[in-house]
């Protein structure tokens, strides 16, 4: 793995750099920095990846190209708008879903064509939502939020639902599951100490 | 025509849009909605800054989910893979017309693929200038598209040469446009000029969806969606010049809707076009 330092960068020879320095230096072309970057953020990032997309072999290829963007184009991270962890989760968020929604797209279109009065089984929900919390914080701030906003945050973020899915998945109007998400987000801001 | 607010009291919009943020950073929005929400997004501080906050926020749902460390051969194949792809540098954010314009007319992003915008909105608003430095280019081979296509077809009918010869019209205009994306395989094409006001579409491939369905066509902005007409697939092609007036800045989509169309989308949009 030595090669891939070759541009023999300032972070070449590992030091105590903070992510954000590693990403400004990634913006610069330097490799190493990258590299120590990828070290230090992929294992979160490919856990979030897996958590949506399950398939093992997709949620490499989502990886991969979420740090491809990372490299071309860490010089739009603005550190005064979020941690360098939120810029690439926020990158790795967005590819895993548009691929859950690509290939839901593709099935929901085959089924329209062939049978459009297939019934769609209402309940597939429960074993879904139930998310495994580990972080201690976490775990506080989402105690924090009503049984309700947690189980639409669930939904959103760890099975990538849209809020018409999470709509139809918990049988509940539209109108509900946005007042819900954004109740729960406005709640988990606040308990998790983000300011605006 | 039928709009979801009224674009005289801006305040509401603003208020509904604002709403939206907390379910666009967990990525939520529906197409539609995101595509609106977007737009908005790249003229307004005040909503980024709330965009950022929820993401941070989300950052936090992440905290609960286990790491997963990746098999070591994705970075070696990530890291054989870094010279294929340049880097923007902070400079180029306004500056690399010629690698955007060639992006643009190989034309193969799918909604799948397309760049998301990482953080930062202004991307869209970037593109859009340097978007116009690459008219003449998409003019030109647009008409190249369209000559080829015309051979062979008969003037009246939906697809035939009075419809062809209107777009290839359209697409001489000097500040013509052109996109084509790839839906499932096919590809459909959209082509604007904002001096025209008007925009059209041409779909090649995509699969005829029976007598009791159609495809409808959406102008989309920050008050919603509406409709610009309907259309058939016949012979696996349609040409088609949108209904009502082409906005710069507006989102194209294409459904499919009941026969005879719907005053709103009921399904997600099999494509959506940025201009």
């Given amino acids: 793995m030595l090669d891939v330092m070759g541009d023999g960068g300032e972070y070449g020879a590992a030091r105590a750099a903070t992510l954000e320095e590693l990403l400004a230096a990634t913006a610069a072309g330097d490799r190493g920095a990258f590299s120590l970057l990828y070290d230090q953020t992929a294992p979160r990032v490919f856990g979030l990846i897996r958590r949506l997309l399950v398939d093992a072999a997709q949620a490499e290829e989502v990886t991969q190209d979420v740090y491809l963007e990372a490299w071309q184009t860490a010089a739009r991270f603005d550190p005064a708008r979020g941690s360098a962890v939120t810029w690439l989760l926020t990158l790795a968020h967005r590819r895993a879903v548009d691929r859950v929604r690509a290939s839901q797209a593709s099935r929901e279109r085959d089924l329209k064509t062939g049978m459009r009065d297939l019934d769609v089984p209402v309940d597939e929900v429960s074993e879904t939502v139930e998310v495994r919390i580990e972080h201690e914080r976490v775990t506080g701030a989402l105690a924090g939020l009503s049984e309700v906003q947690r189980q639409c945050l669930s939904l959103a973020y760890y099975d990538g639902c849209s809020q018409s899915e999470i709509a139809s998945r918990l049988n509940v109007p539209l109108g509900t599951v946005k007042t819900r998400l954004r109740d729960g987000m406005i709640r988990l801001r606040e308990l998790l100490g983000v300011t605006t | ?275």
Avoid at chain 2, 106 to 111: A, C, K, L, V
Avoid at chain 2, 257 to 269: I, L, Y
């Fill in chain 2, 1 to 275: 025509m039928n709009r979801t607010g009224d674009p005289t009291e801006p305040e509401r919009q603003d208020a509904s849009l604002h709403e939206l943020a907390a379910a666009y950073a967990l990525d939520a929005l529906d197409e539609f909605d995101r595509a609106r929400f977007e737009r908005a997004l790249a003229a307004s501080p005040q909503l980024r800054a709330e965009v950022d906050a929820f993401r941070s926020a989300a950052t936090g749902l992440s905290d609960a989910l286990p790491a997963v460390a990746p098999p070591a051969s994705l970075k070696t194949s990530l890291f054989e893979r870094l010279d294929e792809v340049p880097q923007e540098r902070a400079a180029d954010a306004s500056a690399a017309p010629s690698t955007r314009a060639e992006e643009r007319q190989s034309g193969s992003s799918s909604i799948a693929d397309r760049p998301s915008d990482g953080g930062s909105i202004d991307e869209l608003a970037a593109r859009r200038g340097r978007r116009q430095r690459t008219v003449l280019l998409a003019a030109a081979a647009a008409v190249v598209l369209i000559v080829g296509a015309v051979v062979g077809v008969n003037w009246a009918g939906p697809n035939g040469w009075g419809v062809q010869r209107e777009i290839a019209q359209l697409a001489e205009a000097p500040d013509a446009e052109r996109v084509t994306q790839q839906v499932d395989g096919t590809e459909v094409t959209l082509i604007w000029s904002a001096e025209e006001e008007r925009s059209a579409v041409i779909a090649e491939g995509l699969p005829d969806v029976g007598g009791d369905r159609t495809y409808e066509l959406w102008y989309i902005d920050e008050s919603g969606a509406v409709s610009a007409g309907t259309f058939d697939v016949r012979d696996d092609e349609a040409w088609r010049i949108l209904e009502g007036e082409f906005r710069p800045g507006v989102v194209v989509g294409i459904t499919v809707e009941p026969a005879g169309g719907s005053p709103q989308p009921t399904t997600d949009p099999l494509v959506l076009f940025e201009t």
